[in-house]
């Protein structure tokens, strides 16, 4: 079992910035790939960022260039820092860990609010 708590969510206006965090505590020897994902009431969750197991970063198209996601496996956490933001970037972020044995686990969700 992984337990994964998020912080750092929050209301910002456009072009300013956000930092999450993420920290993870049990099994986090069996976590392949960690990452961030976000959802909007009505849609699907999508993927905003995750970084492997070897520090190698995967970001979606629509945050490249603005936001950067890092992992410290020593402090057991992974943050992601949002730069440059816009009313689209709007949702729910969820922390996530994909173990070697493919099982899923969320953190509980964080609001981010990007609006004037």
């Known amino acids: 079992q992984v337990q994964l708590v998020e912080s750092g969510g929050g209301l910002v206006q456009p072009g300013g910035s956000l930092r999450l965090s993420c920290a993870a505590s049990g099994s986090i020897s069996r976590i392949n790939t960690m990452g961030w994902y976000r959802q909007v009431t009505g849609k699907e969750r999508e993927l905003v960022a995750l970084?492997?197991?070897?520090?190698?970063?995967v970001y979606v198209d629509s945050v490249k260039g603005r936001f950067t996601i890092s992992r410290d496996n020593a402090k057991k956490k992974v943050d992601l820092q949002m730069n440059s933001l816009k009313p689209e970037d709007t949702a729910v972020y969820y922390c996530?860990?994909?173990?070697?044995?493919?099982?899923?686990?969320w953190g509980q969700g964080t609001q981010v609010t990007v609006s004037s």
């Open positions: 996530n860990a994909l173990m070697y044995d493919t099982r899923n686990f």
């Open positions: 970084v492997t197991s070897t520090g190698s970063p």
